[in-house]
């Protein structure tokens, strides 16, 4: 038993913004630990960087927090993963009906189009995490979920998050700085193996 985050995402890359959510979530909610889980190759998406690259950056900026882990469960799924299967996985392998879903507010608006998304918010809370000045009514009241549902969702304000993985390809490709943005240990990865520098 115990109290678990899953921190769900693309990382395309993992930046200091994402884990600064983490770090603030795992502080407000009490959680024992948090697990990254890098997502699958998303349907109907830009081209997404292969899964093991993402893996491997969201595992050198974890590594040396005592309570950060990754997990290689949707990256090493056939196709997509739906969030409900990963989170009906891992409640079993924390042996835990206490698991915080941790994403970025921006979905929420469309939270309604996902796979069993009424069961999933039965199965674990939602934390989602803002930057400064998000509207969060606007999106609630385009998700069309009830009020029963709204309250398994908690917004949570991290400044830091104005950083986007988008913005670090963008500056890769352009040669801007990524320094102090990601991980230093991350930047090295995304020189080392040449990625970001064309494409979406
Ligand atoms: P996205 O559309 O790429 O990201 C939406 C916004 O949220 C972006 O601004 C993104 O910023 C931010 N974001 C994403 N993950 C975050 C995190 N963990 N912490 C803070 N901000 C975050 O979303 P996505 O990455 O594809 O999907 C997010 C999660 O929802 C994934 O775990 C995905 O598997 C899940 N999902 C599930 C379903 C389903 O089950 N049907 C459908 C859609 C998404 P950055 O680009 O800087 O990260």
Known sequence: ???YG?????????????????QAAL???????????PSGQPPHKRHVTDGEHRYVMTLLATAANPRFY?????????GYSYTYDTILYLRQEFNSDEIYFITGADVISHLHTWYRYRELLQVCHFVAATRPGFAFDD????????AAEVERISFLEVPSLAISSTDIRQRVRDGRPIKYLVPSA???????????????
């Open 186 to 200: 991350v930047e090295n990865y995304i020189y080392k193996h040449a990625l970001y520098r064309s494409g979406e």
């Open 6 to 22: 899953v921190m769900g995402g693309t990382f395309d890359p993992i930046h200091l913004g994402h884990l600064v959510a983490a």
């Open 70 to 78: 990754t997990s290689r469960v949707e990256i090493d799924r056939v």
């Open 139 to 146: 999106a609630l009241q385009s998700s069309s979920l009830t």
């Open 27 to 37: 502080h407000e909610f009490e959680l024992d630990a948090v697990y990254f889980v």
């Open 1 to 3: 038993m115990g109290r």
